[in-house]
């Protein structure tokens, strides 16, 4: 795996902010299930979708984006 950009470090106070977010995004998941992933679906990846469940079609055309190296890593 190639590593892209090394990270920035972080100050305590950005690291509880966070902590506090991502803690906020898990409960969201616990409590509302399918429909909180798919708002974070949306929200991070800009990808709306009406149920998470990916069809045969959909994994064999991710699977023919990538390279065999891209896939075993």
Not at 4 to 23: G, H, T, Y
Not at 38 to 52: A, H, S, T, V
């Amino acid at each position: 795996m190639k590593i892209i950009k090394k990270s920035e470090k972080r100050n305590n106070e950005d690291n509880n902010k966070l902590a506090s977010d991502i803690k906020e995004i898990i409960d969201n998941i616990i409590e509302n299930e399918d429909e909180a992933l798919l708002k974070y679906n949306e929200k991070f990846d800009g990808c709306i979708r009406e149920n998470i469940r990916l069809s045969r079609e959909e994994i064999d055309e991710a699977y023919s984006m990538v390279s065999k190296a891209e896939i075993s890593d």
